[in-house]
């Protein structure tokens, strides 16, 4: 007798601690599950910012093009500019250099002719002084009375006449030369005039090409230092964008691979509540719903009144698919889980008012149950429940025309929209 005590002492402490044990790893689960949840959400957050502040960039980017064009009509107007300047200076130092061989030629000629007037005028003084000598014109006359015969006198008036036309003409080219001498000396002082004029503005014409350069350089530097600015700018954001992207596909997988830890944690303490569902369900065997045999049992008791497909919607009087099935009944009315898993939604959301959403491991297949349009919630995410476990009660919060219970089944995760809904009668009986 104390040896059966003994042993029943020690299975009922085996079940106690299994039971502590799977309720702490449930609690974990459901901690681990909303703190990663949490992380995805603040990564979704962060990348949609990152991608707004890229867009933005884009924005500038484009906005600060117009900046950048400006920039470069300014570049292209100051190497036009640079460009004429360039020639204005080459026609200056050809000017310069013409003027230059224009001078060398009059110094040349100017050279030429003080050394033909100072060759003539050695000439000059000489005749001078010879007609000093012998009288001046008086030497003329002696040389003609001195003839012997009239042939000799017309020889000798002859050259008479000749040395008195060779003196004139030495004078006037004499004369000539000197004016000649004095305008291009004249010409000379012009031009060393003009000259200075022109390498005064030939330096105004470099300082001027100086400054320009130096213009078309700040605006190259300013050009190419907004550029790089925004390119930097852009890089670093997208590449936080990318690192995000990452963050959140892994977080993602992790979600997943707890999600399927949840729902072997529910398929493990399927055995051990199948027992207390049983004991409930004789507790309230006049509120809560029969608990049927097999993987599924019936959410609620009730009249069924809208199957699954497409029907016009009571309340938006569209043509909509209805993704789940209606049992109707009074207010209050309990609702129960079709099946074991972890709560994964419990709260408002939309049109489905008050819902609660189970993921469930089917042989392996991640299924999900929503029980739409409650008055009261029982449960919170993260929950471990069992099948035929009271969770909530028949309301009609959200878009309901009465009080019922709006019941949906999903292959995988529930999704707002899209292929993962199916017909709840494919496997709960009604």
């Known amino acids: ?5 003994r042993r029943w002492f020690l299975a009922s402490f085996a079940v106690l601690f299994l039971v502590m044990s799977l309720a702490g790893e449930t609690n974990v689960l459901a901690s681990t599950l909303n703190d990663l949840k949490n992380e995805q959400k603040a ?6 910012t990152i991608q707004s502040n890229i867009q ?3 924005s500038a980017i484009k906005v600060n093009q117009s900046k950048i064009e400006t920039i470069m009509d300014q570049i292209l107007k100051l190497n036009a500019e640079i460009e004429e300047t360039n020639a204005n200076m080459n026609r200056v130092i050809n000017k310069i250099n013409k003027t ?4 060398d030629e009059l110094k040349a000629s100017i050279e030429d002719l ?8 050695v000439v000059l003084r000489d005749r001078v002084r010879a007609m000093q000598v012998k009288g001046g014109q008086v030497s003329y006359i002696d040389v003609l009375l001195g ?10 008036f002859s050259a008479v006449s000749t040395l008195m036309d060779a003196d004139r003409d030495i004078m006037r080219k004499q004369q000539e030369d000197i004016e000649q001498l004095e305008e291009e000396k004249a010409l000379v002082e012009k031009k060393l005039k003009q000259l200075e004029e022109d390498k005064a503005k030939l330096e105004r014409l470099k300082a001027n090409l100086q400054e320009k350069k130096k213009a078309k350089g700040k605006l190259i530097d300013e050009l190419e230092a907004e550029q790089e600015k925004l390119a930097n700018e852009k890089k670093v954001l997208e590449e936080e964008f990318h690192e995000t992207v990452e963050i959140e596909a892994e977080l993602e997988k ?15 303490e399927a055995e051990r509540k199948r027992k207390e569902r049983e004991a409930a369900a004789a507790a309230n065997p006049n509120t809560l719903p029969p608990v049927s045999s097999g993987f599924w049992t019936r959410p609620a008791n009730g009249r069924f009144t809208s199957s699954f497909g497409w029907r016009t919607h009571p309340i938006y009087h569209t043509k909509k698919q209805h993704r789940g099935v209606d049992i109707a009944n009074s207010i209050g009315t309990p609702v129960i889980a079709a099946a074991d898993g972890v709560v994964s939604y419990a709260g408002r959301m939309g049109g489905l008012g008050n819902v609660i959403m189970i993921t469930h491991s089917v042989d392996g297949t991640i299924m999900t149950t929503a029980y739409a349009h409650l008055s009261k919630i029982n449960v919170s995410s993260g929950q471990v429940v069992d099948k035929g476990q009271h969770i909530g009660a028949i309301g009609t919060t959200g878009a309901s025309t009465g009080p019922h219970l709006h019941f949906e089944v999903h ?4 999704t707002a929209s899209g292929p993962s809904a199916v017909n709840p009668l494919r496997y709960v009986s009604f």
Request: aromatic residues 6%.
């Open 114 to 121: 003080e050394q033909k007037i100072a060759e003539r005028d």
């Open 147 to 156: 003839a012997n015969s009239f042939a000799d006198f017309i020889d000798r």
């Open 100 to 103: 230059n061989e224009e001078i």
């Open 43 to 48: 990564a979704k957050e962060k990348k949609n």
């Open 254 to 268: 992790k979600i997943i691979a707890e999600q399927k830890r949840a729902a072997e944690v529910a398929r493990r």
């Open 1 to 5: 007798m104390k040896l059966n005590k």
């Open 56 to 58: 933005k960039k884009d």
């Open 411 to 414: 292959i995988g995760n529930w």
